[in-house]
């Protein structure tokens, strides 16, 4: 968009400021995050124990948990 008028120009301009000092601090909000430890190996076992073998959830007859096996089996 192109514009002449003053105003319109400097919200633009205050906006794009604001813009770019939210993007550094989220930028620098990322550099610092660290992800939790061990989150892997609690993943990777939980789905292991569970291809290991749906059919003892799919016995226990909860239904959330039978549904949750048949999406992702």
């Given at each position: 968009?192109?514009?002449d008028s003053?105003?319109?120009i400097t919200a633009y301009e205050k906006k794009i400021g604001?813009?770019?000092e939210e993007k550094l601090l989220v930028?620098?909000?990322?550099?610092?995050?660290?992800?939790p430890s061990g989150a892997f190996e609690n993943l990777f076992e939980l789905a292991w124990r569970f291809l290991s073998n749906p059919w003892r959830i799919w016995e226990s007859e909860v239904l959330h948990l039978r549904r949750?096996?048949?999406?992702l089996t």
């Amino acid at each position: 968009m192109e514009t002449d008028s003053l105003p319109v120009i400097t919200a633009y301009e205050k906006k794009i400021g604001a813009l770019s000092e939210e993007k550094l601090l989220v930028s620098e909000k990322l550099e610092n995050l660290t992800p939790p430890s061990g989150a892997f190996e609690n993943l990777f076992e939980l789905a292991w124990r569970f291809l290991s073998n749906p059919w003892r959830i799919w016995e226990s007859e909860v239904l959330h948990l039978r549904r949750l096996v048949l999406r992702l089996t």
